[in-house]
């Protein structure tokens, strides 16, 4: 069965996922020791989701969403010549495209800086040194691009587990730019914005003998008429937004956060980085695998084993996410406290970036669907109904973060991005649906569904129940504070996991239709 291959799948990229966000966590806690929420964090975080942004709106987001249908089709219909036509000339395309986009950024940095971060103006160092930061970083993107250019050759081959593992170098090279270049740069931030295009290079390199493996290694070929090019190309034009306005949306709150108190930028680094652990694991994992197969299935034109698979990966959020959400709403303060209340962290950092955590932890569960539901149409190539969506989550995201941005500030943003979440989730789910390929109300109605709401409900019960309050986290030690959320964990684990069980929850019900 579809889900039965769909689940092996994902755990193989779920646990490459799991090992970078691991190390990611690592890294986070060594940077927050360093940075703590100062103008030297704002200034490197600014820097540091610039060039992030461009990769998941471009590589990750509209060329990926182009790239492997047009990839599966050629798969399917022409062979690994075909296919190999295709890579050589996708390949200088796309590689001279990103030399001139970094070229340009690195000319027109001062712009870029006041245009994400307009409010550092307030501040003529921490501008500077923005702009310092983001000619450092930006050359990271025309390597990260074309590490996903990779991994989508790979990922349409089955090879999920090198594209998975990758993200693991880039947190290397940071914690190791973080100990080891330090001493020998202006600042830390230095330290970590050549790590970051240190980072880049290595995890381009690291494909490259896997492309080979396949007899898939690019050979530079300058043909944009190629017909599959010319597809991706149009393909990728109404794609843009299809799965990207999550990060429209907390750049835009970034750009905001500029305005509001110092460390705002910071706060909702952190609080984000804690959201995109399960995103990562969960969401992303199950969308690498899902892609590919609806791809395959529409060149097959079994639109049975289509609906299959999108049920499943619809099953899975669900399964997965929900009790995600929950974990990280209630267990914020503990979270923060044990994995960043270090060196320039300070108390009133923790709390911030706790409450903006709650808010951004509510959309979780929106943001997988977002990227599980938006290949339904990418896999179809019609890219101009997420679009549409997308556009108009977007225009949403910005009416909620100039209503809550006053009374909330920087939790208002993140707030304001989750109820844009959901009206994207929520709309593609509705066209999905009226496409005959999504049974939403067979879904939510299912007692399963019901099942994972009220194990979560229970786990969220006896979460609070236990827990110390904040002042008692902030004035424990590390090895305390240690114990004391492992041990939170593992009750939560087992209240879900009873809870799913006595509402009816079974082994044999992750692979079912």
Not at 34 to 41: D, E, P, S, V, Y
Not at 165 to 175: A, D, E, F, H, R
Request: proline fraction near 5%; hydrophobic fraction near 60%; include cysteine.
């Amino acid at each position: 069965m579809a889900g039965s291959r769909l689940l092996k799948q994902s755990a193989i990229v779920s646990a490459g996922t799991m090992t970078s966000r691991i190390l990611g966590l690592v890294r986070d806690v060594v940077m927050a020791a360093l940075l703590g929420a100062t103008n030297a964090a704002d200034a490197f975080y600014v820097a540091f989701k610039i060039p992030n942004f461009f990769r998941r709106l471009f590589a990750e987001g509209a060329f990926a969403q182009a790239f492997v249908p047009v990839l599966a089709e050629y798969k399917e219909e022409g062979g690994l010549a075909a296919v190999q036509q295709l890579v050589n000339r996708v390949f200088v395309t796309l590689g001279f495209s990103l030399f001139v986009v970094c070229a340009l950024a690195f000319a027109a940095a001062p712009g870029i800086t006041w245009l994400f971060a307009s409010g550092f103006h307030q501040y003529p160092d921490k501008l500077a040194l923005t702009t310092e930061l983001i000619r450092i970083t930006f050359p990271y993107l025309g390597f990260i691009s074309l590490t996903a250019f990779a991994g989508g050759i790979l990922n349409t081959y089955g090879r999920y587990a090198i594209p998975a593992l990758t993200p693991v170098l880039l947190n290397l090279s940071l914690i190791g730019a973080a100990f080891w270049l330090t001493p020998y740069v202006p600042t830390p931030a230095h330290a970590l914005a050549w790590g970051v295009l240190m980072a880049g290079v290595t995890q381009l390199l690291f494909q490259v003998p896997f492309l080979r493996q396949l007899g898939l290694l690019p050979k530079p070929v300058w043909d944009w008429r190629h017909p599959g090019v010319v597809k991706i190309l149009r393909l990728m034009a109404p794609a843009m937004l299809g799965v990207s306005v999550a990060q429209v949306n907390l750049l835009l709150d970034t750009v905001l956060a500029s305005w509001l108190e110092a460390g705002s930028v910071a706060w909702l680094y952190y609080s984000d980085r804690l959201v995109e652990l399960p995103l990562g694991v969960i969401g992303i994992a199950i969308a690498t695998v899902v892609l590919p197969g609806l791809s395959a299935d529409v060149a097959k034109k079994d639109d049975d084993a289509f609906r299959e698979s999108l049920h499943w990966a619809v099953r899975m959020v669900l399964l997965l996410g929900v009790p995600a959400a929950v974990a990280l709403a209630v267990l914020a303060v503990p979270i923060l406290s044990t994995l960043f209340f270090y060196g320039a962290m300070t108390a009133h950092d923790v709390t911030r970036s706790a409450a903006s955590l709650m808010a951004y932890s509510g959309g979780l569960v929106a943001f997988m669907l977002v990227k599980v539901l938006a290949p339904g149409f990418f896999s179809r190539q019609d890219m101009k109904t997420p679009v549409k969506i997308a556009l108009a989550a977007l225009v949403a995201n910005i009416v909620f973060n100039l209503i809550l941005i006053w009374p909330l500030a920087h939790v208002g943003l993140a707030l304001a991005t989750t109820l844009s979440a959901w009206l994207n989730a929520g709309l593609l789910a509705a066209g999905l649906h009226r496409a005959g390929l999504l049974s939403v109300g067979g879904l939510m109605r299912h007692p399963r569904t019901l099942g994972v709401v009220g194990a979560a409900l229970l786990m969220a019960m006896v979460l609070v129940w236990v827990m110390p309050d904040t002042a008692w986290w902030l004035a424990a030690d590390l090895w305390l504070r240690l114990r004391a959320l492992g041990l939170l964990i593992a009750l939560g684990g087992l209240a879900y996991g009873f809870g799913l069980v006595i509402t009816g929850w079974r082994v044999r019900h992750l692979t079912a239709r």
